[in-house]
């Protein structure tokens, strides 16, 4: 089984690679890299975000860490039984995730958090690897519409049977694993209200218990 991360200077995408160059000169401490994902290789669950944010996981190095998703995302997880330790917004701050793994449908922090479709399309075989080096997956979470369809497209189903909807569960058959929409835990979507701390708690309650009968 092949599980290849991408390079420090990966220069799949002209645009990302433009974009770190500067960001390595005008924020020289951030780690400004593609990030790894963050949790066991054995977790039953595996959470697809969006990209590194410019501050968050682009500085620190870990997925949704420093990061406003983060804030929402991790408590959360924590208090389901899926995290143990204190966030504290570092990637030495100890905190561990437990039986759940975070990646990103682009591991490279893109422009104004948009990444184009030909740089989800680049960064497909970093998620096709990691989904494949996961020998206990049972169940991914796509936190947004990007993630579902970055999720459907590296594994080959057709986007138009599997629509993105919140809480929805769709089963691939092809793979025999269960893949859950959630809405991103972004700090735009909790400000307007399209998600709420308590509908994220719903999700998460979702997926536990969707383990729990598979
Ligand atoms: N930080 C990440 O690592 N991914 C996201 O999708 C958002 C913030």
New binding site residues.
């Given amino acids: 089984m092949t599980f290849v991360c991408p390079d420090k200077n990966c220069s799949l995408c002209p645009r990302l690679v433009e974009f770190r160059s500067a960001n390595r000169l005008k924020f020289p401490t951030y780690f400004n890299a593609p ?1 790894p994902p963050f949790g066991p290789l054995n977790a039953q669950v595996l959470i697809v ?5 410019l501050n ?2 682009n500085q620190t190095a870990r ?2 860490t420093n ?1 406003y ?2 804030d929402v995302l991790y408590p959360i997880l924590k208090k389901f039984g899926f995290a143990q330790g204190e966030y504290k917004k570092r990637k030495d701050d100890g905190f561990e995730l437990l039986n759940v793994r975070i990646t ?1 449908s682009v591991r490279c922090v893109p422009p104004e958090n948009k990444p184009t479709g030909e740089e989800i399309r680049n960064c497909g075989k970093f998620l096709t690897d990691e989904i494949a080096a996961m020998p206990n997956l049972k169940l991914i979470l796509t ?1 947004g519409g990007i993630a579902h369809n970055a999720v459907l497209s590296v594994l080959g189903y057709k986007k138009s049977n599997f629509k993105f909807k919140h809480g929805a569960v769709h089963f691939l058959d092809k793979h025999n694993l269960l893949l859950l929409n959630s809405y ?1 835990t ?1 700090r735009y979507n909790i400000n307007t209200g399209v998600l709420t701390f308590e509908m994220f708690e719903q999700i998460v309650a979702q997926f536990a218990s969707l383990l729990a009968q598979k």
């Fill in positions: 990030v975000g969006l990209a590194p944010g968050g996981a997925p949704f990061d998703a983060g990103n936190l991103h972004s």
